[in-house]
């Protein structure tokens, strides 16, 4: 079946950068997707990629996918304190109407 | 108002009981999940729906069970719950009809098992 990782831990400084990765197996996804979680919350949608795209920039984030790895990252500019939560990273077929989750990686950014 | 509700917030209960927890949704959507949350292993899809007579199994439905009584609620049930099923559990809701497959969340039910 499908399968999504990440790396559990990240820390970093504020006004740093994080970046974030991801890498899935199945080569039929067609759309990868960021969420957010931030403490005692629901999964917030942050932004999405279609498979045919390698790049996706939005305000302070910016989405890279290399279908050829199956690799996925977020990438955060100018990182805040506000920025500290769990990001989960997903993947769905066209239509398939369901998606998997990564476990989710712990953002913790220092001021 | 939250678009996705969850009820109750928090739950503790004893091994071997019934309870239930509900999702209601105002956003008019057809589909509907149930997910479980434990720390390190993510969010695993316990049941979803597609619409009110569409109910479907995910990777770990065994233990539980679902009602879809309307297009705007969506209950899971545990009939004899025990400690395992302790976790953070989130309801969530989809638009069909579109090719990407952005979920809605609720703000989640905490469930102890004793």
Redesign the interface.
């Known amino acids: ?1 499908e399968d999504v990782e990440q790396s ?1 831990f990240l820390s970093v400084r504020e006004g740093d950068s994080s970046v974030i990765n991801c890498t899935y197996t199945d080569s039929s996804s ?2 990868l ?1 960021w969420y957010k979680q931030e403490p ?6 942050l932004t ?1 990629i ?1 498979s045919n795209m390698d790049m996706k920039q939005d305000q302070r984030l910016t989405v890279l996918l290399n279908k050829k790895d199956k690799h996925l990252s977020l990438r955060i500019a100018d990182t805040q304190t506000g920025d500290s939560a769990i990001y ?1 990273c997903a993947e ?1 077929d ?6 998997t ?4 990686t712990t953002l913790t950014v220092k001021p | 108002d939250a678009d996705v509700t969850q009820t109750p917030r928090n739950r503790i209960t004893k091994t071997g009981k019934r309870i239930m927890l509900e999702c209601s949704q105002t956003k008019g959507h057809d589909r509907m999940y149930w997910y479980r949350q434990d720390p390190g292993l993510g969010l695993r899809l316990i049941y979803y729906s597609f619409d009110v007579k569409d109910i479907n199994k995910g990777e770990i439905s065994d233990g539980y069970s679902v009602s879809r009584q309307a297009q705007a609620k969506f209950s899971l049930s545990l009939e004899s719950a025990i400690p395992n099923q302790t976790a953070l559990y989130f309801c969530a809701t989809g638009l069909a009809g579109v090719d990407y497959n952005e979920q809605f969340f609720g703000p989640g039910t905490r469930l102890t098992v004793l």
């Open positions: 079946g559990l067609t759309y997707y005692g919350a629901g999964l917030q949608l999405y279609f989960f769905s066209t239509n398939a109407g369901k998606s989750f990564g476990d989710g």
